[in-house]
């Protein structure tokens, strides 16, 4: 069965500095990866997401992430933090269904904090 | 372009009671998803609905249970409340194929006492 890792449940990094959050999966196929966050109280927001090509994606806000598939990891990275980027980001796996559509499974979440 | 849209955006219900929580996708796509966020138990999807029909659903009871409409909107009904039940309830749409991205409506806050 396919599974999501996010083994950071909390990160705090202080504003402007780099933020690497990670990511490993565990999926048969060939996986379809998304970054979501969501902000308190909020639904979840796509920041990027992977599906096949180049290994390094651009997302919404300066995030980027790589694809791995040696290692089974999708991390996300951001070279310089924002203040507003304080919020908790989900790492998915994409999984096909019968019939054609595609339920997400989620990882646990990570919550950021940035420090001032 | 407007986006996924929810409503209630807060629900308190007592146990026993049933609770109907209402879904708009993003205009052109047929597909509904919902999903469940409570605490400690993280984000777990629950039904997919596309083109009016129920395609799939998640390790969930049959006290759970909604339905699609011509619009594509979609409704879902949870029977015979339980505490258990307090979560955020997400809605995502997406054009209908295998792989497309998911694209979340801000969910509805369900309380059940």
């Known amino acids: 069965a396919q599974s999501v890792t996010q083994p950071d449940i909390h990160i705090t990094v202080s504003e402007g500095a780099s933020l690497e959050l990670r990511c490993n999966y565990s999926?048969?196929?060939?996986?379809?990866l998304f970054w979501y966050v969501q902000s308190p109280g909020q639904g979840l927001q796509l920041l990027l997401k992977?599906?096949?090509?180049?290994?390094l994606v651009q997302g919404i806000k300066g995030f980027e992430a790589e694809f791995k598939r040696s290692q089974s990891s999708f991390n996300l990275r951001k070279p310089s933090v924002h203040w507003s980027d304080a919020a908790e980001y989900f790492c998915?796996?994409?999984?096909?269904?019968?019939?054609?559509?595609?339920?997400?499974?989620f990882g646990t979440g990570t919550q950021l904090k940035v420090e001032l | 372009e407007a986006g996924v849209t929810q409503s209630p955006t807060h629900l308190i219900k007592t146990r026993g009671q049933q609770a109907t929580l209402r879904c708009s996708p993003i205009?052109?796509?047929?597909?509904v998803y919902w999903y469940q966020q409570a605490l400690g138990l993280g984000l777990q999807f629950l039904l997919w609905?596309?083109?009016?029909?129920?395609?799939n659903r998640g390790n969930f009871p049959p006290r759970f249970s909604g339905r699609q409409f011509p619009n594509y909107s979609s409704e879902l009904n949870v029977n015979a409340l339980e505490l258990e039940d307090s979560a955020l309830y997400l809605c995502?749409?997406?054009?209908?194929?295998?792989?497309?991205?998911?694209?979340f409506g801000p969910g509805t806050r369900l309380l059940v006492l």
């Open positions: 998915a796996v994409g999984v096909g269904l019968t019939g054609g559509g595609n339920k997400l499974t």
């Open positions: 999926y048969g196929a060939t996986p379809y």
């Open positions: 992977y599906f096949s090509g180049d290994t």
């Open positions: 205009s052109g796509h047929t597909s």
């Open positions: 609905y596309d083109e009016g029909e129920e395609r």
């Open positions: 995502a749409s997406n054009p209908g194929q295998e792989g497309e991205t998911q694209y």
